[in-house]
């Protein structure tokens, strides 16, 4: 029997949903957002607030700091919630996020401390930046075929090079990564074969590609030296698009999340095939919540970006 808290799931942005400013509006509202990225500034030893908030976006944008940062604005939204009564384990069935958001997921259902999801996170993201030199590797988003044609198309470029699908966002819009003449040519391709669109994409690295192995073996270690716990509601892992619960699988999971594709798509499918009708987007953007409605439309997505969204948010919860 279903309870009514499996009826709701939490999901985390990733890379691409940050905007200078992000979090400062919370952090001036609420003093446990405040103490979220003071932690955070601790743990890395580096005032990232400050460059959350003044900028430059350049810098902000930068791998290793865009995903501590995103980070810290969803467990900065989470501590609001849970210093006003909502508690994760009886509100909430099940947590995912989008790539470094699985990250955020995992520290909201207690995986991770929340400085070592930050130190995590400056690691994965130096790791995926010196992975691959820069100009070699690339990303281009496919819109308006299916996954089997694009998985095809890879296929095909891969004369040239690392050809694969990173992300299957829903909606028919996948994004391929690797390299450079390969992801080019299967841009090509898929314009040949009727995309509506093939758009390489502003990236410094070909992340979710294999090109990121040396990245996955640095997050190997890093898990390996950091405490980890099951989390208190199962978390929908990015490379399976299942529920896992226990914190060593996850783990594993995680190194392999690195070189394998976010299956976003299948997640969400997964959310309305078992009960879920309320996606709440815990952080920065509404980038999971526009994914949700073109993938399930009888799904609710919810972005809770602003002190009125989470007590709106806490009203509808809690009751």
Excluded at 21 to 33: Q, T, V
Excluded at 153 to 158: L, S
Excluded at 271 to 296: C, H, M, P, Q, W
């Amino acid at each position: 029997m279903s309870s009514p808290a499996s009826s709701i799931a939490f999901t985390f942005p990733g890379q691409g949903s940050q905007a200078v400013g992000m979090g400062k509006e919370l952090a001036d509202a609420f003093p446990e957002a405040r103490a979220v990225f003071d932690e955070v500034d601790e743990a890395l030893g580096q005032k990232l607030s400050q460059i959350m908030w003044d900028g430059p976006e350049e810098t902000l944008t930068l791998t290793a700091n865009a995903q501590p940062a995103l980070m810290a604005v969803s467990i900065a939204t989470m501590r609001v919630l849970e210093a006003r009564g909502l508690v994760l384990a009886d509100k909430v069935g099940f947590v995912a996020g989008h790539s470094l958001g699985e990250y955020s997921a995992l520290c909201a259902a207690g995986t991770f401390s929340l400085a070592d999801t930050a130190r995590l996170l400056r690691i994965r993201g130096d790791a995926m930046q010196s992975a691959v030199p820069v100009g070699q590797g690339a990303m281009a988003a496919i819109i308006g075929l299916d996954h089997a044609d694009v998985e095809a198309i890879c296929v095909e470029a891969k004369s040239e090079g690392v050809c694969q699908i990173a992300n299957d966002n829903g909606g028919g819009q996948l994004v391929i990564s690797g390299s450079k003449l390969a992801v080019e040519k299967a841009a090509a391709l898929a314009t040949e074969k009727g995309a509506k669109r093939a758009i390489m994409l502003p990236v410094s690295a070909p992340f979710h590609s294999d090109l990121m192995a040396p990245a996955a073996d640095a997050m190997r270690h890093a898990l390996d030296t950091v405490q980890k716990n099951d989390p208190v509601v199962p978390v929908i892992a990015n490379v399976r698009a299942t529920p896992v619960s226990d914190a060593n699988e996850i783990a594993t999971l995680l190194v392999a999340q690195v070189t394998g594709q976010v299956r976003w798509r299948e997640t969400v499918e997964w959310f309305g095939a078992n009960g879920v009708t309320t996606l709440y987007e815990i952080g920065s953007g509404k980038v999971l919540t526009g994914l949700a409605r073109r993938i399930d439309k009888n799904i609710s997505g919810i972005a809770l970006n602003t002190p009125a969204d989470i007590e709106a948010a806490l009203a509808a919860i809690l009751g």
